[in-house]
């Protein structure tokens, strides 16, 4: 079946560091790749979508100077927390869509959490 | 604009009792309705879909669901749960002519014995 993958699964760094995070699909190729956000206890909101070779579509209310997103190629987008404050602590999924033989479905990865120091 | 309404954010059961988690959406066109679930600390698994066809969707798990357009509803239920069903259960929905899925808030599914 379809795999996503991300890296790191969880990463600490201290407040004013960047950090990268990769979101990988393992067997399938994704022109379009998805950034959830997930607070404790809270569902899943999307931050931005991203399309191979093109500028990410960031939903209102996302810092795209803060958010750098980028989707180099149809297996790999990028999520990069710029200048990180702990405010930004929190669980970031990805997922890609997958649209040949299934029903324009997306699947997720196994989500990174981010604690910012 | 479409939403989607979990109605019960959390629902305590006992195992091998059947349990039913409720989702509402609301979308001024067709739309595709989802279930996910999500063990702690980990990604979302897809539990089962409704994109077309027959109303009653089978998933994974036991797990089955209903599409109701009349009622604009897609709850999802099982006859008999186990510990191991405890988690979070995520309903989406996703418009036919967009690409983002738009989840409801969720509902912690807590089983005891």
């Known amino acids: 079946g379809a795999v996503v993958s991300q890296h790191p699964s969880w990463v600490i760094c201290k407040s004013g560091t960047s950090v990268k995070i990769e979101c990988r699909s393992l067997?399938?190729?994704?022109?379009?790749m998805f950034w959830y956000r997930q607070f404790p206890k809270q569902s899943l909101m999307l931050m931005a979508t991203?399309?191979?070779?093109?500028?990410?579509?960031?939903e209102q209310g996302v810092e795209k100077d803060k958010f750098l997103i980028n989707h180099a190629s149809l297996t790999l987008s990028t999520l990069t927390v710029t200048s990180a404050h702990p405010e930004d602590s929190s669980f970031y999924i990805c997922?890609?869509?997958?649209?040949?033989?299934?029903?324009?479905?997306?699947?997720f990865g196994p989500g990174t959490r981010l604690t910012v120091l | 604009a479409q939403s989607v309404t979990q109605l019960d954010s959390q629902v305590p059961v006992f195992e091998e009792a059947p349990v039913e988690l409720r989702c509402n959406y609301s979308?001024?066109?067709?739309?595709?309705l989802f279930w996910y679930v999500q063990y702690p600390n980990q990604g979302l698994q897809l539990l089962l879909k409704?994109?077309?066809?027959?109303?009653l969707v089978k998933g994974i798990n036991g797990f089955e669901a209903e599409f109701n357009k009349s009622q604009t509803s897609f709850h999802l239920r099982k006859p008999s749960v186990h510990i191991s069903d405890t988690a979070e259960y995520f309903c989406?929905?996703?418009?036919?002519?967009?690409?983002?899925?738009?989840f409801g808030k969720g509902t912690t599914l807590s089983v005891s014995s």
């Open positions: 997922s890609a869509r997958q649209l040949a033989g299934a029903g324009d479905e997306q699947f």
């Open positions: 067997d399938f190729q994704a022109t379009t």
């Open positions: 991203s399309n191979e070779g093109s500028k990410a579509t960031y």
């Open positions: 979308s001024s066109v067709s739309v595709y």
């Open positions: 409704y994109l077309s066809g027959s109303t």
């Open positions: 989406a929905v996703k418009n036919q002519a967009g690409t983002a899925l738009i």
